[in-house]
């Protein structure tokens, strides 16, 4: 779990220091003061040898395509598009300290390997014959620990397309999932991992979570629907009907607990958290996130724009639990960002003598 972080020359943070984060944290800010932003860094932190890494951040902006080229594709990524400049993510996880470290590299020579030390990203639908070999744009990750020493990969732009090469096989990322504001999730993608956790036996889990805010749901089950799959639940009617049709609440839901029982000692990322959820419903999906978090040792980390959220996680969230809470306020002044973090007490005291704190 990280506790501490700090990142330099990533989007818009020249450096920026978050001094506290626990199981549960949730951010807060005004809008473009770096939430989202972030969000990427941990997700980029977690998600280190994945080839996408850095396209899922255009698609979960809503951005559809982007041109074939690092001035397009990596730019965007460093502090004021500079890719002279190098990116640092440093994470306290747990007792250890840990540094990702990314630079561009544009004269990179992929060397000569098995077709298993590379991971395949994104390729262009066309590829000339007569190209002459190249040297491939890279951006180079280094990532340093105490257990390891200078793990490196290159995420690689060349004529092959996009791919990951890792130039030693211990290098490991975690499970991380992000849970987009702009982006809706995939009800296949949660059918499919409601599936994985149904063969373990551990589906009724799942029922007991969303029975928080759905009293009446009896069972959930995954339903093929031609080519992709939907999961139904039993509510008391004649037939089982999609979760969708219960509300956006349960849906949210069930997107989160699902990601947070998949992502076991990993991360998951919930940007707006509020979206969908009406704030009746609010406190008790806090109330099950928390529980969910600790059952399956998870850190989930999230954005708000509203008061109602922050207020309800403070209701929300479990007594016993309340010490796995914190808050974390974003400022930017003078394109200087800055990070103020409450605990579950500290911010008692600022909603019950009505402090601004979002």
């Not at 995939?186 to 979570?209: H, R, T, Y």
């Amino acid at each position: 779990m990280i506790t501490k972080l700090k990142i330099e020359g990533f989007k818009g943070f020249e450096e920026l220091e978050v001094s506290r984060l626990s199981r549960i944290s949730l951010l807060g800010g005004r809008n473009n003061v770096g939430k989202t932003s972030i969000l990427e860094a941990l997700f980029m932190f977690h998600d280190r040898l994945n080839p996408q890494m850095i396209l899922r951040q255009f698609a979960l902006r809503g951005v559809g395509a982007i041109s074939f080229d690092p001035e397009s594709m990596w730019a965007p990524v460093f502090y004021n598009y500079d890719l002279n400049k190098k990116i640092s993510i440093v994470a306290a996880v747990n007792s250890d300290e840990e540094k990702m470290t990314i630079k561009f590299n544009p004269h990179y020579v992929l060397p000569s390997i098995p077709a298993t030390a590379m991971r395949p990203g994104v390729k262009p639908t066309q590829i000339r014959t007569d190209q002459k070999p190249e040297p491939s744009f890279a951006l180079d990750l280094v990532y340093d620990s105490k257990k390891m020493k200078n793990q490196t990969a290159h995420l690689l732009m060349g004529v092959g397309g996009i791919g990951i090469h890792i130039d030693k096989a211990s290098m490991e990322s975690r499970p991380a999932a992000f849970l987009g504001a702009r982006v809706a999730t995939n009800p296949s993608e949660d059918a499919q991992k409601f599936g994985q956790l149904d063969i373990l036996g551990k589906q009724d889990k799942i029922v007991d979570f969303l029975r928080i805010i759905e009293p009446n749901l009896k069972s959930l089950s995954s339903v093929a629907m031609g080519d992709s799959s939907l999961i139904h639940g039993d509510i008391g009617l004649s037939r089982k009907i999609p979760v969708s049709y219960m509300g956006d609440g349960v849906s949210r839901l069930l997107s989160i607990i699902l990601a947070i029982a998949t992502a076991n000692k990993g991360i998951v990322i919930v940007d707006e958290f509020e979206n969908g959820i009406h704030y009746s419903a609010m406190s008790k999906i806090w109330e099950a996130v928390s529980i969910a978090a600790r059952e399956y040792d998870c850190q989930v980390i999230g954005t708000t724009h509203s008061y109602e959220c922050l207020e309800a996680a403070y209701k929300g969230i479990p007594e016993d639990l309340r010490n796995d809470f914190s808050y974390v306020r974003v400022d930017r002044t003078d394109n200087k960002t800055t990070a103020k973090c409450f605990d579950y007490e500290l911010l008692k005291v600022a909603i019950e003598t009505n402090m601004e704190v979002r």
